[in-house]
T-cell receptor, first 111, second 112 residues
Framework: RKEVEQDPGPFNVPEGATVAFNCTYS??????FFWYRQDCRKEPKLLMS???SGNEDGRFTAQLNRASQYISLLIRDSKLSDSATYLC????????????FGSGTKLNVKP | EPEVTQTPSHQVTQMGQEVILRCVPI?????FYWYRQILGQKVEFLVS????????KSEIFDDQFSVERPDGSNFTLKIRSTKLEDSAMYFC??????????FGPGTRLTVL
């Protein structure tokens, strides 16, 4: 079973829409969780860390569900510039120095 | 704003040749990483480096690969005898001690 699994998409949404992605992880002892954004042929960039209580940053909201072992990302009022691939990243408790990446969910925001 | 830099941006090499990919992490960072991303696939962890030694490596990071921090600023990844399947983007990342990793722009390696 893969450490981190994501729906590859693509999610095609109109501007202004709300869209949500989920990511499941296999290791219940996972410690830290992140959402990164990757534009085509560019490096990953941190979008937000995901905290146990959930957290919000502007139009972006991240949630963690430890019981079901998934994290989610909600994007409200989508902009054209949100078009990218969103990567779920997990850091296991047993290894602080190793990070597992999901294969990413592609988002296309259309005018 | 400080950033991770990588050189070269694109490296073309013949199969069997050695390549060295270079990274300059952010100056006060303590943890360093190499990742690779084959075109169209996910980012894969290769190795992490802390306190001048490898702290973790993946199954991909076999004897063909080595890392060094030769002078306190550069962080290099060497591939001793490249194979066609080593063609990928290689990303360097660094982290000070908190959670966030900062990635460099990557080196595209093409093995012919």
């Amino acid at each position: 079973r893969k450490e981190v699994e994501q729906d590859p998409g693509p999610f095609n949404v109109p501007e202004g829409a709300t869209v949500a992605f989920n990511c499941t992880y296999s290791n219940s002892a996972s410690q830290s969780f992140f959402w990164y954004r990757q534009d085509c042929r560019k490096e990953p960039k941190l979008l937000m860390s995901v905290y146990s209580s959930g957290n919000e940053d502007g139009r972006f909201t991240a949630q963690l569900n430890r019981a079901s072992q998934y994290i989610s990302l909600l994007i409200r009022d989508s902009k054209l510039s949100d078009s990218a691939t969103y990567l779920c990243v997990v850091n296991p408790l047993y290894n602080f120095n190793k990070f597992y990446f999901g294969s990413g969910t592609k988002l296309n925001v259309k005018p | 704003e400080p950033e991770v830099t990588q050189t070269p941006s694109h490296q073309v090499t013949q199969m069997g040749q050695e390549v060295i990919l270079r990274c300059v992490p952010i100056s006060n960072h303590l943890y360093f990483y190499w990742y690779r991303q084959i075109l169209g696939q996910k980012v894969e962890f290769l190795v992490s480096f802390y306190n001048n030694e490898i702290s973790e490596k993946s199954e991909i990071f076999d004897d063909q690969f080595s890392v060094e921090r030769p002078d306190g600023s550069n962080f290099t990844l060497k591939i001793r005898s490249t194979k066609l399947e080593d063609s990928a983007m290689y990303f360097c990342a660094s982290r000070r001690g908190g959670d966030e990793q900062f990635f460099g722009p990557g080196t595209r390696l093409t093995v012919l």
